[in-house]
């Protein structure tokens, strides 16, 4: 009896490390099918897949205008109004915030004033000819003059942390594989929490454990702390259930007033009058190279307070440098969003094909 029970058990047991194995296989090969796709999806670029990006781009554009009207009229609606108010101040400079704050602080310490235009300004700044100069600049004078800019750069940034935070969100409600590879490594972080030993997993581990026990203040300590884990923390509060006006509201103050105000100090702080005759003046002391340096900064310098007190003129070679190099910063940003919304057109086929090879 013993024998027998022993020999039906062999059987057993070799059945299932059969089906053991048959699943480590499988698993196996998903992850193979999900690093395919995902290496197909990155080749939806301009400059590898351009005609095809382009069409994939045009036919996602319709689709979320498709969903967005059907569903969110007003989400929508705000949405449209904050891409009109980006595309105000790209096309006038202001969402470049260092440089905008910085040249408005020149200008205020060069004109002796803020009373020059307010937003949107005009191609350049010029300070105003009639008017009693003030008497001295003041910190506080130069952060009221960017506050409206600043504000509603920092509100977009804000705006911007909500994809993490609800696609964590819908994946914990609904149970289902998201599909997404930040949210994965979220958690594979999750599963080898105990074990992590290197410093990038324990600053992740940081950032979770902060907003997971502290809640609102710990968000709002992320989103006001200049760090590159705040997307982990847009994750974290939707996989962990956060409501969402704590999530979004601790973001929106931290990132809009609190971060914004710190960033804002500190570019004011670096680019005061005395502060960049002071770097001037260094680069002009590094042996040999210094005076070559120091020459073209200079000249930078003065064709810019000459322009503050009289509209146009020559520029030089540095000016022609920075002005090339915020039009490639515009053109990279367009190209990434094109290929970003081809690579979302790309994966949703690829979902799509996935359902159909399930049904059959």
């Known amino acids: 009896m013993a024998a027998n029970g022993a020999n039906c058990e062999q059987p057993r047991r070799r059945a299932a490390a059969k089906d053991k194995q048959n699943g480590r296989s499988i698993d196996k090969s998903q992850k193979e099918n999900k690093q395919k796709d995902k290496e197909e999806r990155m080749s939806l670029v301009l400059w590898r897949r351009p005609v095809t990006t382009l069409h994939y781009f045009l036919l996602e554009t319709l689709i979320k205008l498709k969903e967005w009207t059907l569903k969110e009229g007003f989400v929508f609606l705000f949405l449209v109004l904050c891409f009109v108010l980006s595309i105000m101040y790209s096309t006038e400079g202001a969402h470049q915030q260092g440089p905008h704050i910085a040249s408005v602080t020149l200008a205020a310490y060069e004109c002796g004033s803020t009373d020059f235009p307010e937003p949107p300004y005009p191609d350049q700044i ?8 003030e008497t001295g600049i003041s910190l506080f004078s130069i952060m009221s003059k960017v506050r409206l800019e600043a504000c509603m750069w920092g509100a977009g940034t804000a705006i911007g942390e909500l994809p993490p935070y609800f696609m964590a969100r819908a994946a914990r409600l609904s149970g289902a594989d998201p599909d997404d590879e930040d949210y994965e490594e979220f958690e594979e972080m999750l599963e080898k929490a105990e074990g992590a030993q290197d410093f990038a997993s324990r600053a992740k581990l940081g950032v979770q454990h902060l907003v997971q026990k502290v809640g609102f203040f710990g968000i709002l300590t992320c989103a006001s702390i200049p760090n590159p884990l705040f997307d982990l923390a847009g994750i974290t509060c939707g996989h962990f259930m956060v409501p969402f006006w704590t999530f979004f509201g601790a973001t929106l103050i931290g990132k809009a007033i609190i971060k914004m105000h710190i960033q804002k100090l500190f570019v004011i702080i670096t680019f005061s009058k005395h502060i960049v005759e002071q770097m001037v003046s260094l680069i002009g002391s590094v042996p040999r190279v210094g005076p070559a340096l120091q020459k073209p900064f200079s000249q930078y310098l003065e064709a810019q307070r000459n322009k503050m007190h009289s509209p146009g003129g020559d520029d030089n070679w540095l000016s022609w440098v920075f002005e090339k190099l915020v039009l490639v ?23 799509q094909r996935r359902k159909e090879l399930k049904t059959k």
């Open 126 to 133: 010029v300070c105003p000819q009639s008017g009693a100069l």
């Open 329 to 351: 910063m515009v053109c990279y940003f367009v190209i990434s969003i094109v290929n970003s919304m081809a690579q979302s057109y790309g994966k949703r086929l690829q979902q």
